[in-house]
Each structure stands twice: as C-alpha cells, then as structure tokens.
C-alpha cells in the first residue's frame, strides 16, 4: 500500500501530484484542503488564533470522524470547510476535490452529470458542487485591476434557436442571451450578460473594466462609434462586411476565439443553459482563460484557494461577471 506522503514536507510540484489521490480518499482530501487554506500555520477561523489543536478519538488516537479542529483561546470547534463555498455540505471533501480538479482542468466544461457518474452522487448534490464551485471562481471586480493597453471588445447571443435574426442592426435573436466580453491582449478576459447592444449599454460596459490609457478594437458596429474618446489609446475598428479579419494590429479574433470555447462548451457539455444561470458558467470560462498559463494542477489550487470568503445559498447572487 501507498504510504500517505506528509503534505507540509512536499514541493509545489509534488503537491500538485497528490491532487488524484485527494480525489479518492478523505483523509487526503481534507489535509490537502487544509493546506491550501492555511499552509503551515492551521489557525481559528472565528478569531485568527494559531493556538489550535486537532481533536482525536480518545481510543484510537485517530482524528475525530468529523476533522475537527479547536482553538485554545476562544474555544472553538471548526473544520476547514467553515467560511468557504462547502460549509455546511455533507458531500465528502474527496468529491468537492475532485469536482474542483475537473472544474478547472476542464476547457469546455465539465457537466453536472459527469460529476454524478463519477463520483457516484445524486444530480441533485452534483449541481450543488458545480454552482458553488463556479462562485468560488467568479471574479471580484472590486480589487481586479482594469485591463489595459491594446483591448478588444465585442458582443455576441448565446442560447435559443437563431430565429429572426438580423445581422444588419443586430436585433436580439428570440430566446437568446446576449453577452459583452473585453480581453486584454495576452492578459485576462472580463464577460457579462447585458440588457441590449445599444451604445450607451456597450460603452458604459467597456469604461468598467478597461483602462483610459488603453487602445479599444471592435468591429464595425455602430454602437462603438465615439468609444475612443474616453481612451488615450483611441479606437480602432475592422470591417467583417468586408471581409476583412485582420489589418495589422487592428482585430478581433482573441475575443471572438473566447466567445466560440463558450458557446462549444455550451453546446458540447452543457446543451443548454438558461438566461438566468449563463453569468455563472462565465465565471468557469473566465476563471479558465484567465488561467491558461497555470498547469492544470496550478489551476486547481488558485480555484481552492479562491473558495475561501465565499459563501452561495439559494438566494439568487448578483451578477459578478
């Protein structure tokens, strides 16, 4: 048998490779959450006290069957769950384990009914994981930094049938969403579900998470026009009804290449997804892209780490994309 390796002892890299094993056993999985959240310094949750101590079975000497922890000072019991995104779930810590490695390892998504299959829990639990699971990788826009220098904005309709669409003036296809996304070249990517296209909407979208000192790129759409007066970087645009692509520096095609892994993912993973559930799987997509330059492992623990704070009910959250 596998000799259970100390996680406090192990390297980035060999920490990363204990990721399977948290998938398949509990004790794994809870001193791998643990780690992450505290490191080597365990501490109280509710007063921030390091004078804390593990509470054992007093015949076995094992830890309790719950993973309790106490804190000498204020006399505390806590577990590593309390103040995350998987306080008070009674799913085993291996199954949130392994739905957060296949949540952020995942390109296009993974579906609430793979997680079920695979770890053998009702749809119901499986959809429980995967939406709190989304909300610890949502962004928090309050202390992001802006993108800046050379950004390309864009809008595209995600979802329902593509009936009655005009290309022309853009008119909201029936039973589609629309989403706005603006990418920073070879930086992060903000995506968000809006109202309508029309220029005050759009404008306003980009003035909250671009720069002033960055250049904007779109494409043709009327609505754009003016943008570049509130950027030192001005505005640049390409005409698609021309057949032009790409001119230079001035294109579209990093945002335009996000929006087709969402709508893949969405097709090919998810089928379906409705208007008032989309912004949560942009948080997945975002926290992905934001992401592609951390090995899969990486991008695991950034997703763990990012659970901590965040706590989802069942009271409709805002729209944090």
Known sequence: MRKR??????SKSDLIAEIPLACSDETAA?????FQRWGDTPCCVKCGS???YQMKDAKTGERSKRY?????DCKEQYTVRIGTVYEESRLPMRHWAYAFWRGATSKKGVSALEIKRHCQISYKSALFLMNRIRFAMAPDLQTAA???GTVECDETYVGGKPRNKWIDNRHTPDRKTIVFGAVQRDGDIRRKVIADVTGKTLKEEIKKVVD??????TDEFVSYKGIGESFEGGHSSIRHKLGQYAKGDIYTNTIESSFAIVKRGIIG??????KEYLHRYLWQFDFLWNGRKLNDGERTVLAIKAAEGKRLTYVAAPNHA
């Open 30 to 34: 809870v001193k791998f959450f643990e």
């Open 68 to 72: 309790l922890w106490r804190c000498r």
């Open 269 to 274: 993973t998810y089928h379906n997804v409705s």
């Open 50 to 52: 390091v004078a804390v």
């Open 5 to 10: 390796p100390d996680l406090h002892n192990l």
């Open 146 to 148: 802006p993108l800046i």
């Open 212 to 217: 002033p000192r960055s250049r904007i790129m």
